[in-house]
């Protein structure tokens, strides 16, 4: 699904969001897409076909972008949770969840679709986020997101800055104070490749730097049957980390080409809506 050079781009920002129609002869709708841009995306829908919308919300603006999950690894990956949430029945992940009812709202029924996506084998294990762009349509969703998904409010950070997700005690982790640049993996002792940014504690003073593979092995020893992990013990602070935490501080910074990212996610838009 979708091109193949989509499949992994390190640093990249891809959601799945969640439009609200507020034109009053068509109030009430909702479209369920994929961006790597929201601001952009939202104008696109509200500029209609020409402007690069979808023709589904053509010419029943205005729209509105009311929530948007993110930090799939990979465009693939939030591929697949947008079309499990536009179509429940046809996902055999989520052949438990009841149709909509005749009394039930689209908006409704579209987070208690969304609750159940977030808690569904594949994605119930990656380190995604619920961020609400709307706060005043915000409802808790039933059954509640995983207790390692946040639940942020305003518009996504910006891609090209250090963001500490949720924790206030992160330190700043662009200039880790007392970390050599050049030190080995405090896991393996062996070399870090220059190509492969380390995973490094974003807490003061500690001075642990790994592998991916390795502290992944590391978190993993909870969960032997797991291949993702979700959270685990500093080997060098003893402090609780998320893995989501990590991965976002590691790719934080990743310089990525504008252009090419808007001409992707066209593509991806039309092989989607044909």
């Known amino acids: 699904m979708g091109p193949q050079g989509g499949a992994a781009r390190p640093g990249g ?11 009053p002869r068509h109030r ?3 479209y ?3 961006t790597v841009n929201p601001a952009r995306r939202v104008q696109q829908h509200n500029g209609g076909r020409k402007k690069g919308g979808a023709w589904r919300t053509s010419g029943r603006g205005p729209w509105e972008m009311v929530l948007i999950v993110h930090g799939f690894p990979s465009a693939v990956a939030a591929l697949r949770f947008e079309w ?5 029945q046809a996902s055999r992940r989520l052949a438990h969840v009841a149709p909509r009812l005749r009394s039930e709202a689209a908006f409704a029924f579209h987070l208690r679709v969304l609750a159940h996506v977030l808690r569904a084998p594949p994605w119930a294990r990656l380190p995604l986020t619920l961020r609400w762009l709307r706060a005043d349509f915000r409802q ?5 997101p995983p207790p390692h998904v946040p639940v942020a409010f305003g518009p996504p950070p910006p891609r090209m800055l250090a ?21 080995p993996c405090t896991l393996c002792a062996c070399a870090l490749p220059d190509e492969e940014g380390p995973l490094c504690c974003p807490y003061p003073g500690c001075s642990l730097r790994a592998h991916m593979t390795c502290l992944a092995e590391e978190f993993l020893q909870e969960e032997p049957g797991q291949l993702l992990p979700l ?7 003893k402090n609780s980390l ?10 934080t910074g990743s310089e990525e080409e504008e252009e090419n990212v808007e001409l992707e996610e066209e593509h991806w838009t039309d092989v989607l809506e044909l």
């Open 140 to 144: 808790e969703l039933c059954p509640p």
């Open 84 to 88: 499990a949430w536009q179509h429940p």
């Open 13 to 23: 920002f891809f959601g799945v969001y969640l439009l609200y129609c507020l034109n």
């Open 231 to 237: 959270e685990g013990r500093c080997p060098g602070c």
């Open 163 to 183: 963001a500490k997700r949720r924790d206030s005690s992160f330190a700043d982790t662009e200039s880790p104070p007392g970390q050599d640049s050049e030190a």
């Open 32 to 34: 369920v897409g994929f």
């Open 28 to 30: 009430g709708r909702v």
């Open 242 to 251: 998320l893995w989501g935490d990590l991965i976002w501080l590691c790719r």
